[in-house]
């Protein structure tokens, strides 16, 4: 039997690759998480709210309707002033420029000192007032601003629109300017336009400071919405209160994740999230299934397993396809019991609908229902060795799934007419896609190496090329697999092995025999090929039978389980018969008992250590005598605790009480299989 010692040695290629797995899990994961914060929920005025229980994430304002803000903004745009410089400067440079003009070219206003006065008068006054350029006035009039600020010597002095001149108006106050009845004629002969010119230049940045002065007067905002606080649940109907806050909910999401800041925070979190998550299986297997760490190809299919649905999930969350309750996740208990075991099955089927939690709108709700139905597929799936069997588990899984919701779905609404109907079609396109967890197991075994019960169940078929093969070439040894095969079943159900599993072994541990069938008991009729050859050429082609069962084994493609039992059903141990035979006749001479012993190893699975047990019953059981409960019972004691003497089953993980019970069924079995009877009292004298 196996000595359980714990293997504390230190090994760094151990740690590393622990730790190039926990990288690896965490990056994938992690790069595929969807990090823009999109805001997928879609709502309409005076419609019900299709999605679960709706709570605030983050604290943010309830923002007005754009129209309502338009409206106020214009509202008090209406005393929106403008600022433009006044250049007193330029109206002193015109009226320079004319007198110049009327002393060098002899204008005829120059005759006219009065009149040259009141112009100048009339002049000086537009430019006091100010002239603004065309486009000026247009974009003021459009604005619909009355007044302006008009900047001098840094004193700004408030006017009103109407007061101001044009080009055009100054030149018509000029030219109707009637202090003397030839007036307009003295003008109009003077060109007075090259005299007109803006002195009004429009202040872009004190004008949109004034702007914003205003507008910040204007609230974006009506109230706040806490951390925390509910906004709406499933069936409620969205008034014009909830429109605005779940439209101020999407704004402020889509405003949030836009910035570098936030970004590099969602990253950072759900790098430490995936990281918890990824280290608590880890510590889970480091604890309790240490033993995988030895086999990597448990270790892969575990942790591809916990890739591969998040980040399905998450790329149909990124592109909004499809819902995500479609996605199988009840297939990962399955597939991890068939190959594992439950316990695992459980926790990596946890760890993965939590990672997948994080990127969805309902988490709480994912969590629960992926939980309930995990939990019915792996009760349901106690082995998979048929498609019927894979049918009920989707089928129970669909109903958990359903029920489920309509539990939740029962608590949050007022009206059974707010019940949600389109859920379910998810719920029954999701129990379909289960049932592809029978042609996976195939793609999974040659991927990882393992070999589910359906595989098995199909190689024990007695059909199969090999074992029809077997049941012509070699009949006694194929009777004798057959016979190994109820008996093994049977032992390990007793003791809870796999039985599935030392059945198949059984059915083929025997196939060597096929290439020197007549050199076996079982299949002689009469003549004895090893009278004609020495002890150990015999002892060679027995123990050859495991080698040449190896061969087979490659050549058919047998899975390595299966061989496994080929090479341990004999163990390390002797050809009895040929050895001791050979002693007997070279009484002094030291033999070599390599030439006489199996090339092992022995038996380290408690399936290997019943059909080792079971193949030495069954066979010596065929030179029993008579066929009795006393006699029986002695060779199965006689024969299994010689082979615990002879340490077999020191490095299997087998107690005495499991031999124990295996020696009981043995017996059981034996005395049904040969029909004995009690054994008569004889009549003293």
Sequence with gaps: MKTFRKDNTFSYKE?????????????????????????????????????????????????????????????????????????????????????????????IIKDYPNYRRHIENILKEIYEAGIIAPSDLDELNREGARTIQAISRNTAVQRDVNELYTIK?????????????????????????????????YDSEKSMTARQDLLSNVSWATGFVMNGQK?????????????DILSSMQKEWNKRSETVAEKRLTLFGQILFVSIMIALFMIYLEIFRRDFYKVRGKLYLLFSIIIFFPVVSFLMVENAFLNVYIVPFAMIP?????????????????????????????????????????????????ELSQRSQLLNSAFVVTISYSLLYLALDLVHVSEIAQLSTYVYMNFVINGILLLFTYPLLFILE??????????????????????????????????????????????????????????????????????????????????NPHDQLSYKQSAQIVISHVTDGLKLADKHNLP?????????????????YFYIS?????????????????????????EQ???????????????????????ISALVDKIIDSQVQDGYFKECPITFKDIAIVKSVFKEKLKTMHHTRISYPELKK
Excluded at 560 to 576: D, M, N, Q, R
Aim: proline share 4%; charged share 20%; aromatic share 10%.
């Design 560 to 576: 390595a389980v299966i061989k496994e039992f080929i090479s341990t059903h004999h163990g390390c141990g002797l050809t009895k």
């Design 169 to 201: 108006q100054a030149y018509e106050k000029l030219i109707h300017s009637d202090t003397l009845h030839y007036s307009k004629l003295i003008l109009q002969q003077c060109n007075l336009n090259e005299y007109i010119t803006p002195n009004l230049t």
């Design 15 to 107: 740690v590393l690759f622990k730790c190039a797995i926990f990288i690896v899990t965490v990056s994938v994961i992690v790069y595929f998480m969807p990090r823009e914060g999109k805001f997928n929920y879609q709502f309409e005025l005076n419609k019900p709210w299709k999605y679960g229980l709706l709570q605030a994430s983050f604290d943010f304002p309830i923002y007005k309707g754009e129209e309502q803000v338009k409206l106020e903004q214009d509202s008090i745009l209406k005393f929106y002033t403008p600022y433009y410089q006044l250049n007193t400067e330029t109206g002193r440079e015109m009226l320079q420029k004319l007198n110049k003009d009327c002393n060098e070219k002899a204008m």
């Design 334 to 382: 399955m597939l991890i019991k068939i190959f594992l075991d439950s316990r695992t099955a459980f926790m990596a089927h946890i760890i993965t609908i939590l990672l997948t939690s994080i990127a969805l709108r309902t988490p709480h709700e994912f969590i629960l229902l992926q939980t309930v139905a995990g939990m019915a597929a792996i009760y349901t799936l106690r």
């Design 446 to 527: 040659k991927t990882f190496g393992f070999t589910s019960n359906v595989t098995l169940v199909e190689l024990s078929n007695i059909n199969t090329k090999l074992m029809r093969e077997m049941s012509e070439v070699a009949p006694g040894t194929f009777q004798h697999s057959l016979q190994l095969a109820n008996l093994t079943a049977a032992a390990a159900n007793r003791i809870g092995a796999n039985s599935q599993l030392v059945r198949t072994g059984a059915m083929y541990h025997d196939i060597g025999k096929m290439m020197n069938p007549a050199f076996f008991t079982e299949n002689q009729s009469g003549v």
């Design 582 to 606: 050979y002693q007997n006749e070279h009484p002094g001479e030291e033999v070599d008992k390599k030439a006489f012993q199996y090339p092992g190893p022995n038996p380290f699975t408690k």
């Design 609 to 631: 250590a019943i059909l080792m047990m079971a193949d030495s019953v069954e066979a010596a059981s065929r030179s029993l005598p008579e066929y009795t409960e006393e006699s």
């Design 231 to 243: 906004i709406i649940d499933r069936g409620e109907i969205i008034d014009q209160k909830t429109f």
